[in-house]
């Protein structure tokens, strides 16, 4: 978390701005901002901990924008890719059954539960394509008649993909899904389409939960992103 004050202790009053930043470091420097902010990790002071020495609760932190990606959850990250991919699509042509179905799953999993996780994982459209496999012929089928380059669609529905599914089975790090959706945003905006700015995400931090646990309101919200 970035401290906007410089400085977060026990003896800091409330509420205090909070720039949103989930990588913590001692220091960054902002080269649009000339200038350096301090980079402070909350989870000493036990964000909604009431356990915690110095407790302190999410409503006496007031967040300012902008957000960076590494500030969403897996989850929000997911749909910020989503949204860029279908706007990617739309705005090519890039018309596809098996693509839209692929969308639909991975939006699902903003909702899934432990309990509901084996029937969406089973579904799996799309997501277990080998490097040598090739893309469905539906998919290859718009790709050549709207003159995209089909290495750059099969690395981006590769990389839409790899932001949930790398880190189903291992140990979570920010860094893989976050290297994926700059893989995404790399190949679609080199079509005039840039990602889908994190602001719009906000409402799953990576600090509330990692994965993120968005309830429905939140991912309808996301999904009518336009």
């Known amino acids: 978390m970035v401290d906007a004050s410089g400085r977060l202790d026990a003896h800091t009053r409330y509420p205090v701005e909070i720039q949103i930043a989930c990588l913590p470091r001692h220091q960054e420097y902002r080269p649009a901002e000339r200038r350096s902010v301090n980079v402070v990790d909350l989870s000493p002071w036990g964000v909604d901990d009431p356990t915690a020495l110095y407790p302190v609760r999410r409503d006496q932190l007031s967040w300012a924008a902008p957000a960076v990606y590494s500030d969403l959850s897996v989850r929000a990250r997911q749909a910020c890719a989503l949204v860029t991919f279908r706007r990617w699509r739309e705005a090519a ?3 596809s059954e098996d693509l839209t179905t692929l969308e639909d799953h ?13 029937a ?8 277990y394509l080998g490097q040598d496999d090739p893309l469905p012929a539906d998919v290859q089928d718009s790709v050549a008649a709207c003159g995209l380059d ?6 981006a529905v590769n990389a839409l993909i790899e932001i949930t599914y790398g880190g189903l089975f291992g140990r979570i790090e920010s860094p893989w899904s976050l290297d994926e959706l700059d893989e995404l945003g790399q190949i679609t905006v080199r079509y005039g389409i840039p990602l889908a700015p994190a602001d719009a995400f906000v409402q799953s931090l ?13 991912v309808s919200l996301w999904r009518a992103t336009e």
Do not use: C
């Open 206 to 218: 990576w600090i509330d939960d990692d994965w993120g646990r968005p309830d429905a309101e939140v």
């Open 93 to 95: 042509g890039l018309i």
């Open 150 to 155: 089909l290495a750059d669609v099969r690395s």
């Open 120 to 127: 969406w994982y089973e579904a799996h459209p799309l997501t």
């Open 106 to 118: 991975l939006w699902q999993f903003a909702r899934v539960t432990p309990e509901t996780f084996n």
